[in-house]
Structure formats: C-alpha cells, structure tokens
C-alpha cells in the first residue's frame, strides 16, 4: 500500500502534467497508484519513483493528454445524449402534458388581449424568453453552489448564458417570415402559433438542460464532496 504522502505526491504529479480537473485527477491517482502497487509487488526492488516512471511511461509520449482528450469528448457527449434525453421526454405521455400547458398558456395573452398586429406578438414573445433566460441563469447561480475545484462532469452543463439568445429563435422566424418569405404576418392566423410553439420548444430544451445539470452536480457531490470545499 502506498502512503498518505505518496498518495499526495501523485496528485501533484498530475496537475503538473496537465490534469486539472479534480475528478479527472482522483481516478488517474486511483489509476497510477493501483499500477504502482502491482509493480512494485511484482519486484520488490522498484522503488516508488522507479514504478511511477514506468507507469507514465506507458501513457506514450503526449502523456495524459490524449486520456484528458477522449475523457473530456465522453463527457461533452454523455452530457447532451442527457439533455436529449430529457428533452424527448416533454413530449411523451405524461410529460407531453407539461409542454402543452406551456403552449396554451404562451398563446393565451394574444387571445385574451386580442392583439393583432404581429409584431407586438413577436416583440412580447422576445422579451418573455428573454427575461426567462436571465431568471434562469440567475436561479441556477443561486440553487447550485459553485464547486470549489474544476470538475470535468460539470464542464459541459455548467454554463447557462448560452440561454440569454433564446430570443433570437423568435427573431430569426420572425425576419425569415418578413424579409426572407416576404409573408404578410398580420393576415396569417398561424404567425401565433408559430411562435407559440418556438418558444415552447425553448423552455423545454432549458428545463431538459437544467434537470440534466442538476442530475450531474449531485452526483458530483456525493462522489467528491472534497471538490465543494472551501
């Protein structure tokens, strides 16, 4: 078994070799020190910084970075097979439910105030999914406490920003409609519905992404619970 400060020296071998990320640099210690140990049992003439040459050496010569390459790839890719997951979610039975009350309740106002001029639908629709946007990345900076460490899981749904051009789905629509295809929008019943329906797909994909993100961040808790520590 190796010690305590072997332990500790492998970790600062590999942040110095590039490992950054605090989950990441737990499993490649797990990784080195398990190889270590079986060298060393193997012979009991390799010393501790015998083993660990002949370790790293097996990585080849880019070292960790091709392991942080393809680990931060299976991140990136779990991370939206997720979020998609999810997302489909909200339009099978009885999520599909959640999604047209957001409909109805997007196309009610235009309906009850009996607005008829386009551009007033499209000009409140960009701000709703624009004030959403914000309070989304607001609520999440609040919920969900910053982790003390850099987490790989968490490299890929930890920004909301992105959110802050939902907006402009609307906005491309709504100039398509206009300039592109030239539609006469206050004499088309289904400019409404349209962007009704684009909305709806984007809080959808928000909230897809934000359960996906907050599956990811507790299972970063329990698995490192030193990374959230000041």
């Not at 900076?141 to 939902?166: N, Y």
């Not at 100039?175 to 929008?185: H, W, Y």
Request: with cysteine.
């Amino acid at each position: 078994m190796l010690t305590i400060e072997q332990i500790q020296y492998l970790d600062r071998f590999c942040q110095k070799k590039g490992v950054h990320y605090y989950d990441l640099r737990q499993e490649m210690v797990d990784h080195l020190a398990e190889s270590i140990e079986t060298d060393m049992a193997a012979d009991p003439k390799t010393d501790f910084e015998k083993a660990l040459h002949q370790v790293y050496s097996a990585f080849g010569i880019s070292g960790f970075s091709t392991v942080i390459r393809q680990r931060e790839e299976a991140a990136r890719k779990a991370c939206r097979q997720k979020e998609s997951r999810l997302f489909k979610a909200y339009f099978t039975f009885p999520e599909i439910a959640v999604s047209l009350l957001a409909f109805l309740l997007l196309m009610t106002p235009v309906y009850l105030f009996n607005i008829r001029q386009a551009e007033l639908v499209y000009g409140a629709y960009c701000i709703f999914l624009f004030v959403f946007s914000i309070a989304a990345i607001v609520f999440v900076q609040l919920r969900f406490k910053r982790p003390a460490q850099k987490l790989l899981s968490l490299k890929h749904t930890g920004s909301f920003t992105v959110f802050v051009g939902l907006f402009q789905v609307p906005n491309l629509y709504f100039n398509l409609a206009v300039k592109g295809l030239e539609i006469d929008i206050n004499h088309t019943p289904w400019f409404n519905l349209a962007m009704a329906a684009f909305c709806t797909l984007a809080i959808t994909f928000t909230m897809a992404r934000y359960h996906a993100y907050k599956a990811i961040y507790l299972d970063a808790c329990r698995r490192y619970p030193l990374a959230f520590e000041k």
